[in-house]
């Protein structure tokens, strides 16, 4: 019972620092390991921007409209805090190894945090586009993806400012064996689901599931790995680049597999 009550209390915390929506009533948020529930969280959004791309394609709007809205739906509700955490990360790699600490923390954008945001909504634009029909399935795919990098991120790379101060996620961190379990719990349970509502022939639904596997798990690992090698650590800024490169990633190799109906 009061492993329960830690869990709804750290969901409830991930749900208050992920997002800017209301706080949920009754349940006292905990801010202790939240980071185990945010590809939780990252679905719950998703399944937001699936609800928001049916209901506007239910009433003809055109596919690039819903995509421009189902982008800004994700900014939105996370307060663009991934966003800016991809701005500030990629200053930070374009200013090389003397200034990048101090590119990080200037709170004015440069040429090339501002690239590299252009670039990552023309991906995702393109993207959700090829998706057409599959748009909504591969919403919340893309942002658990997205959001299950973070936890390798805290997992296997040193904190950027570890000596100025302590990793706000580090300090109560468990291990990975730990942390990752509501996410293996939420892949079990999609695997479990997919398998029995779709009408693809057991070969087809294999061949797909072992896809969209493989590519976020990769994707979800690779990525964290190639921005420590370029800065030799992570922080809050790189979690969220972390998080926004993988779910754009996922986005694109999804569409090159789900072709539109």
């Known amino acids: 019972m009061l492993i329960f009550k830690n869990w709804l209390s750290d969901l409830a915390g991930a749900w208050v620092f992920y997002t800017i929506l209301p706080q949920w009533p009754i349940i006292k948020p905990r801010f202790n390991r939240i980071a185990r529930f945010a590809p939780l969280i990252g679905i719950l959004i998703g399944f937001l921007q699936s609800f928001f791309w049916l209901l506007l394609n239910y009433f003809n709007?055109?596919?690039i409209s819903i995509a421009l809205i189902s982008i800004a739906i994700n900014i939105v509700i996370t307060g663009g805090l991934h966003i800016d955490g991809l701005i500030d990360t990629a200053d930070g790699i374009g200013a090389g190894p003397l200034k990048r600490i101090e590119a990080m923390k200037d709170s004015r954008v440069g040429a090339i945090g501002l690239q590299s945001l252009a670039i990552i909504l023309m991906l995702?634009?393109?993207a959700i586009?090829?998706?057409?029909?599959y748009a909504p399935f591969a919403f919340p795919l893309?942002?658990?993806w997205g959001r299950l990098s973070q936890i390798f991120a805290i997992e296997n790379y040193d904190y950027i400012f570890k000596k100025e101060s302590i990793s706000f996620h580090h300090q109560s961190w468990k291990g990975i064996n730990k942390e990752i379990r509501p996410s293996l719990i939420i892949i079990?349970?999609?695997?479990?689901?997919?398998?029995?509502s779709t009408n693809l022939n057991i070969s087809s639904n294999i061949l797909l599931l072992t896809y969209c596997i493989l590519s976020g798990l990769i994707?979800?690992?690779?990525?964290?790995?190639?921005?420590?090698?370029?800065?030799e650590g992570h922080n809050g800024d790189t979690y969220g680049a972390g998080l926004v490169i993988t779910e754009t990633t996922n986005l694109v190799l999804l569409s090159i597999i789900l072709v539109p109906k």
């Open 61 to 63: 709007w055109p596919n």
């Open 124 to 126: 995702q634009i393109a």
């Open 129 to 133: 586009i090829k998706l057409g029909f």
């Open 142 to 144: 893309a942002a658990f």
């Open 188 to 196: 079990f349970s999609s695997i479990i689901v997919f398998l029995f």
């Open 219 to 231: 994707t979800s690992i690779l990525i964290p790995h190639f921005i420590n090698k370029s800065l």
